[in-house]
């Protein structure tokens, strides 16, 4: 792979203008360390628009962006089943990858792309984003410090504001791999190496969920190799807002994350008291600054040669543990995740 100096500035190219290639475009042309040169999507007039907002080109073929000498790493955040397509030329190309989760829905066209790839896989980054949050980092950084003592649980609660239509849902892979995918990604980066998960799960409200076999509710078991689990609750809808919270809860006391507000601002008043402004309704707005630091990580790992985290392995076993939740739903049972190779 091509060496750049500290004091480089890259030249980016996205792939993907949709929803989070325009996060990424936003905060690729914020950061200093980075330019963007290429918009590429199938559909053009698309990736015109997204790039004529930040003064680079557009395209709808990959190649036009991967030949380029200037384009020195790539977002990969187009639909999933181009993931690994995309990863791999890129690669091939000399290009470090920062690409957005999942990997891909199936295990073996990851461990195709992982093989045809070879040893430069350990360039690509994938987005985890919630690691770079500023408060779950902090959390992460005090336990680790033995702050809490040992960690004996963690508790991960994830809803989304509102279910995803339902033609997004028809394509998804299901709730496990689309959604809980960060939350699997969360108790991996506290708990290390997860041996079993136990899911159960129910469509509650969500006739679109319930049209493709999927769930829109779910509680979840994971496991360690020293015992310690990880509970996450999962939920397609919540009445008041985007509910993220996080517990490490350890033998000498607990580190919570909570919700996050637009302001702290407090009202107390004879009409009510401990009035505070509602959540923040939208992944946009709650992890604006760890995709902001999550790029920022991917820059210095390019200037510095060091391989960037989370890694292509981390974004497998996601999708491993995403997979053995599914087929816990399924069966009704605890699935090792040894029953897929680990």
Not at 109 to 137: L, Q, S, T
Request: charged share 20%; with cysteine.
């Amino acid at each position: 792979m091509t060496e750049y100096t500290e004091a480089a500035t890259v030249g980016i190219g996205i792939f993907g203008s949709g929803r989070i290639g325009q996060v990424h475009a936003a905060n690729v042309a914020l950061n200093p360390g980075s330019t963007l040169l290429w918009v590429c999507d199938p559909r053009l007039d698309a990736a015109t628009e997204l790039a004529q907002k930040y003064g680079a080109r557009a395209t709808d073929n990959p190649n036009d962006v991967l030949s380029d000498p200037a384009v020195q790493a790539v977002l990969v955040g187009s639909s999933t089943p181009t993931h690994m397509d995309l990863t791999v030329q890129s690669v091939r190309a000399g290009k470090r990858v920062l690409c957005e989760k999942p990997l891909d829905l199936e295990l073996d066209v990851i461990d195709a792309a992982r093989a045809d790839a070879g040893p430069d896989i350990e360039h690509v980054m994938v987005g985890f984003n919630r690691r770079f949050d500023p408060n779950v980092a902090e959390v992460h950084r005090r336990v680790e410090a033995g702050e809490i003592g040992q960690l004996e649980q963690l508790t991960i609660i994830s809803r989304d504001p509102t279910p995803p239509p339902g033609e997004y849902l028809a394509v998804s892979g299901g709730m496990f791999r689309d959604m809980t995918i960060h939350d699997f990604d969360m108790a991996r980066f506290f708990l290390g190496e997860i041996t079993s998960v136990y899911a159960t799960g129910s469509a509650l409200f969500s006739d679109d969920a319930r049209a493709v076999g999927d769930v829109d509710s779910a509680s979840l078991i994971l496991t360690n190799a020293a015992g310690v689990q990880c509970q996450i609750i999962n939920s397609r809808h919540c009445g008041y807002g985007y509910d993220q919270r996080l517990e490490a809860f350890g033998s000498l006391g607990s580190l919570r994350v909570g919700n996050q507000r637009d302001t702290t601002v407090v009202f107390d008043g004879a009409s009510a008291t401990d009035v505070k402004n509602p959540i923040q309704n939208f992944f946009l707005e709650r992890y604006a600054a760890a995709y902001q630091i999550e790029l920022q990580h991917f820059l210095t790992s390019i200037a510095s040669g060091v391989a960037p985290s989370p890694s292509f392995e981390d974004g497998r076993e996601a999708v491993v543990c995403a997979l053995a939740a599914q087929r816990s739903l399924s069966e009704g049972r605890v699935v090792a995740l040894s029953e897929f190779g680990l």
